[in-house]
Structures are given as C-alpha cells and as structure tokens.
C-alpha cells in the first residue's frame, strides 16, 4: 500500500521548534522529490519546502531561515525542522511525494494525511 505517514504536529509557544517527521511505504522513495505544504483555510495549500531527489532544497521565502528539510532515504523519511515559529506558521503540514515518469511508467503523486501545527502561546 503507498502511503505517507507525517507525525510530529502538535502545540508549540511563539519562538520554539518543531520536527516534523513523514514517512513513507510502498513507493521508491530515494526517486522521488519530496515537499512539504501547509493549508490554513480553504482548499489551497502553500507550498514550504522542496527536497530533490540529490537533496537539492527549495523554501517559500516564509520559509527561509528557520525551517529546514532533509531526508533519509534509507528510512523512507523526509522532515521539516522548524525554528523560530511564529503564529502564522499554524497549520496543517502536509507531506507530498511528487510525481514522477521513468520511461513509460508514471507514479503519481501521493499525499499523507496531514498533522496540525499551533503555534501559541
């Protein structure tokens, strides 16, 4: 069964950290790019992280300078460090594995469930 499976979410004061942890089965996990959304309301998801499959990383300009992705493609693991957190920051994380063709066989993308993230105080 192809999942992800993010964890880590939780309740956190105005200028603490938080890991965020998603990993992921039934897909080749080392092959695919990696990103990290957050939805706050309605249907659209922002978009904060990016990791490559050569761990080549990309942030929202929100993003930059406090949090920071990373893999471990032998535990089929992406995460997002967060620093600094700000009551903005409070949302659902999503974690996404983007598609990917190799030849003629396309993976799609595949979405985890989500997990919250307050931040207050």
């Known amino acids: 069964q192809v999942q992800l499976v993010e964890s880590g979410g939780g309740l956190v004061q105005p200028g603490r950290s938080l890991k965020l942890s998603c990993a992921g089965s039934?897909?080749?996990?080392?092959?695919?790019?990696m990103r990290w959304y957050r939805q706050v309301q309605g249907p659209q998801r922002e978009l904060v992280a990016s990791?490559?499959?050569?761990?080549?990383?990309t942030y929202a300009d929100s993003a930059k300078g406090r949090f920071t992705i990373s893999r471990d493609n032998a535990k089929n693991t992406v995460y997002l460090q967060m620093n600094s957190l700000k009551p903005e920051d409070t949302a659902v994380y999503y974690c996404?594995?983007?598609?990917?063709?190799?030849?003629?066989?396309?993976?799609?993308?595949?979405w985890g469930q989500g997990t919250l993230v307050t931040v207050s105080s």
């Open positions: 039934g897909i080749r996990f080392d092959r695919r790019t």
């Open positions: 990791i490559t499959s050569v761990s080549t990383t």
């Open positions: 996404n594995a983007v598609e990917k063709v190799i030849g003629f066989t396309r993976y799609p993308e595949v």
